[in-house]
C-alpha cells in the first residue's frame, strides 16, 4: 500500500510534534541576564576590579545591570572593565539627585536606541518632583535573529530602615511602573532588575499604606504632584515589589535564584537577599532558569553553564559585597504575526505538511475502521 496510510497517523503526529517544537525553539532566543551592586568597580589592576573581572568572564552574561558606579572616575574605570569583559555597549546614569551612586548597563548586543535616563521629574510630568534617590536607566537592546527587543530596567532602591526610607522605595517601585506603562506583560519583553534593598517575605511593611508624607525626608525630597494625589486618596502601599508584580502595575514575575548551596542570600554579610530579577509575562511563560553566582559554592557542582576555568573562591567577595545574580531567558519572536525569518522557514512548511498529511491519514484511518 502507498500514500500516508502506510507511515501511520500514529508515526505522522509524532513527527509534527517533533518538528513544531523544533519551531518554537527557533521563534525564541535565550539571552542571559545579570544584576549586581558591585560596590564601587575599583581601578584597574586593583583585587576588587580584577575579581569582578574574573567573575563577569565565568558567568559570560549577555546583559549586565550595574549598582553602585560610585563616581565620575568610577565610570572611567568601569569603561576599562567593560571593553575587558567584552561588552561594546555601556550606559551609565548621571550623579543622582541624592548621592553619586549611579547605575549602569553593559551589553554584547547593540542598543535599538539611546538609553533612557528617567528622572522624577520626566516620569511625573511634575517639572518640580524630586523623588528618586538614583536615576532610574533603560535600554532598549536589539536582540539577535527573530527575537523580540529586550527592555532592560536597573534600579537601586534607597536602602535603610526607617519609614522615610521604605516610603522612598515604595515611590521607586512607582516610578518604575510609568517607565514601562507603554509595554503590555503578555506580549512585550522585559526585565526589571537591580538591588531593591528590601527583601520579598518581608513585605508589606507598616505603616500600610502610606496616607501621608513620613518624617526624616530630606529637605530636597519633592514628591510628584501624581504621586501626591495618590497618597492623599487611596495611599501608597508600602511594598516596593507591588508595583513591579501587580497586573495593573508593571505585570512583572519575580525571578527565583538560589546559591549552589541553596542559600537565596545575595549580601552574604547580612544573609538577605536584595537583588532580584523581575520579568515581563511574556518571558516567564517560556521558563526563566536563574542561579545567585558565589565563588565560593565551585566545588559544588550544578548550577546553570559558565564558560572558561572558575575564578578563586575569595573573588565574589573581593570584588563586592553583593553576590552577582544571573538568569537565562528565552525572549520569544518578535511577534507570532510575523514571517518568519528565511532561514526558520523550512520549520513551518514542514509543520504544515506534515500535519495535512497526519490529519488525512488520521481521517482515512477511521473511514477503514
Do not use: C
Not at 497618597?231 to 538560589?258: K, Q, R
Amino acid at each position: 500500500m502507498t500514500g500516508p496510510a502506510r507511515f501511520g497517523p500514529a508515526k505522522l503526529l509524532a513527527l509534527w510534534l517533533a518538528v513544531v517544537t523544533s519551531a518554537a525553539a527557533h521563534a525564541q532566543t535565550v539571552v542571559r541576564v545579570a544584576t549586581w551592586n558591585v560596590q564601587s568597580v575599583g581601578a584597574p589592576g586593583s583585587i576588587q576590579y580584577e575579581a569582578a573581572l574574573d567573575v563577569l568572564e565565568y558567568v559570560d552574561a549577555d546583559i549586565v545591570g550595574l549598582n553602585e558606579v560610585s563616581s565620575s572616575s568610577d565610570s572611567v574605570h568601569l569603561e576599562s572593565l567593560a571593553a575587558a569583559a567584552g561588552y561594546p555597549q555601556l550606559t551609565v546614569a548621571a550623579s543622582g539627585p541624592f548621592g553619586a551612586l549611579r547605575n549602569a548597563l553593559l551589553s554584547r548586543f547593540p542598543f535599538a536606541e539611546p538609553a533612557t535616563q528617567h528622572s522624577s521629574a520626566s516620569l511625573s510630568g511634575d517639572p518640580a518632583a524630586n523623588d528618586l534617590t538614583r536615576f532610574l536607566l533603560e535600554v532598549r537592546v536589539d536582540l539577535p535573529g527573530n527575537a523580540s527587543d529586550l527592555t532592560v530596567v536597573t534600579q537601586h532602591w534607597k536602602s535603610g530602615t526607617g519609614n522615610d526610607d521604605e516610603f522612598r522605595r515604595a515611590v521607586e517601585s512607582l516610578r518604575i511602573r510609568q517607565a514601562l506603562q507603554d509595554l503590555v506583560s503578555a506580549t512585550d519583553a522585559y526585565v526589571i532588575l537591580g538591588d531593591t534593598n528590601e527583601e520579598s517575605d518581608s513585605v508589606p511593611r507598616t505603616p500600610n499604606p502610606f496616607t501621608s508624607l513620613p518624617g526624616g525626608l530630606p529637605a530636597s525630597f519633592n514628591l510628584g504632584s501624581d504621586l501626591e494625589a495618590q497618597l492623599l486618596g487611596p495611599g501608597i502601599e508600602n511594598d516596593p515589589f507591588a508595583p513591579l508584580v501587580a497586573t495593573g502595575g508593571a505585570g512583572a514575575t519575580l525571578v527565583t535564584a538560589l546559591q549552589l548551596d541553596g542559600l537565596d542570600a545575595t549580601r552574604p554579610a547580612s544573609g538577605r537577599r536584595l537583588d532580584y530579577l523581575a520579568v515581563s509575562a511574556a518571558i516567564a511563560g517560556a521558563g526563566v532558569a536563574a542561579e545567585v553566582y558565589d565563588s565560593q559554592d565551585a566545588g559544588l557542582g550544578g548550577g546553570l553553564p559558565k564558560s572558561g576555568t572558575p575564578p578563586g573562591a575569595s573573588a565574589s567577595l573581593d570584588a563586592s559585597d553583593h553576590l552577582l545574580v544571573f538568569a537565562d531567558l528565552n525572549v520569544p519572536a518578535a511577534s507570532l504575526a510575523e514571517v518568519p525569518a528565511l532561514e526558520d522557514a523550512w520549520v513551518w512548511i514542514a509543520a504544515l505538511l506534515i500535519g495535512s498529511v497526519a490529519l488525512a491519514a488520521l481521517r482515512l484511518e477511521r473511514r477503514r475502521g
